[in-house]
């Protein structure tokens, strides 16, 4: 069964250091996504990219924050200097019509 | 502002007991309405809801969307414990985006053997 993959399951970081965090989306689909969950709290929508450009952003993806798709298949998800609020696990999502998720990345910046 | 409302926020239930679980939603623009099962990590898809008043079915789990009312129902009869789980109700508010989701926050609910 097709899968969304994410890249590391788990990384840690010094805040102000920049990381990029990598998805394999499902390979017919359009639509790509990032979300957040901070531990404890909701699942948030963070950004939506279509058609090589980012098609819609909330609040909270602001100009630390951008995605890029580097080639056919993979979507990135780039902070350029942590703080210490972005420890939260993000989740990759990919659609056709509904959204799959990935197993999610366990950001920790300390 | 979007608000989605997850009823009840936790339930503690038995094997074999009957479950519905609620969810409500103001938002803009929507869509559909999905629900997802979130185990150790990912949600995983289990409904996409877009008409009122059909009910999808997949095994012991069911649900149905009622547009006029904002609200959706899941239920899972003859729970196991591989149930246990937090349940997300999420609408896609659309937009620009067929995906952008506004989650609840949940309703964890614990089966007991």
């Known amino acids: 069964e097709p899968e969304v993959t994410q890249t590391p399951s788990h990384q840690v970081t010094q805040m102000g250091q920049e990381v990029i965090l990598r998805c394999v989306p499902i390979?017919?689909?359009?639509?790509f996504y990032w979300y957040r969950q901070i531990l404890g709290q909701k699942v948030e929508f963070l950004v939506s990219?279509?058609?090589?450009?980012?098609?819609?952003k909330s609040e909270i993806f602001d100009d630390q924050f951008s995605v890029e798709r580097p080639d056919g298949s993979n979507f990135t998800l780039k902070i350029r200097s942590t703080k210490l609020e972005d420890s939260a696990m993000y989740f990759c999502?990919?659609?056709?019509?509904?959204?799959?998720f990935g197993q999610g990345t366990r950001l920790t910046v300390v | 502002e979007d608000k989605v409302v997850q009823s009840p926020l936790s339930l503690v239930v038995h094997e074999g007991d009957t479950v519905t679980l609620n969810c409500s939603y103001e938002?803009?623009?929507?869509?559909?309405l999905l629900w997802y099962k979130q185990e150790k990590k990912a949600p995983t898809f289990l409904f996409m809801l877009?008409?009122?008043?059909i009910e999808k079915k997949s095994g012991r789990l069911s649900s149905i969307l009622d547009k006029k009312e904002l609200s959706s129902i899941l239920n899972i009869t003859a729970t196991q414990t591989g149930d246990s789980a937090i349940y997300l109700c999420?609408?896609?508010?659309?937009?620009?985006?067929?995906?952008?989701?506004?989650f609840g926050q949940g309703t964890i609910l614990t089966v007991h053997p």
């Open positions: 999502a990919s659609s056709a019509l509904e959204a799959f």
């Open positions: 390979s017919n689909h359009l639509y």
């Open positions: 990219f279509y058609n090589n450009e980012i098609s819609e």
């Open positions: 938002v803009t623009n929507f869509r559909s």
């Open positions: 877009t008409s009122s008043g």
């Open positions: 999420a609408p896609n508010a659309g937009g620009t985006s067929y995906g952008k989701l506004t």
